[in-house]
Nanobody, 126 residues
Framework: QVQLVESGGGLVQAGGSLRLSCAAS????????MGWFRQAPGKEREFVAA????????AYADSVKGRFTISREYAKNTGYLQMTSLRPEDTAVYYC???????????????????WGQGTQVTVSS
């Protein structure tokens, strides 16, 4: 089983920055990929970014490319989402997810992930 604990959400003004963290406890399984998704009120969950845990390969949604950076600290089993130049439309609950099976890259669909965090609210004011 993999437990994911997110932190780092909050309220920020447009143009500001936040860094989300996702600490993974994976006692039995190996994490292959970590992804970040978000869901705004009244909207479907959408892919934000993904990283291959071993190789560090990354992928981003077009809406965040150039503004968000996904990374991981392998030794700490922790993933990060650095968000800069935030916009009001980035307001959402952000979820990290872990995949414990090999998948075809990019791993951008929710059903490709096996475990999910509880979510953290990010609110960007205009």
């Amino acid at each position: 089983q993999v437990q994911l604990v997110e932190s780092g959400g909050g309220l920020v003004q447009a143009g500001g920055s936040l860094r989300l963290s996702c600490a993974a406890s994976a006692r039995t399984f190996t994490i292959y990929y970590m992804g970040w998704f978000r869901q705004a009120p009244g909207k479907e969950r959408e892919f934000v970014a993904a990283i291959s845990w071993g190789g560090g390969r990354t992928a981003y949604a077009d809406s965040v490319k150039g503004r968000f950076t996904i990374s991981r600290e392998y030794a700490k089993n922790t993933g990060y989402l650095q968000m800069t130049s935030l916009r009001p439309e980035d307001t959402a609950v952000y979820y990290c997810a872990a995949a414990i099976r090999a998948q075809r890259w990019p791993v951008a669909r929710g059903n490709e992930y096996d475990y999910w965090g509880q979510g953290t609210q990010v609110t960007v004011s205009s």
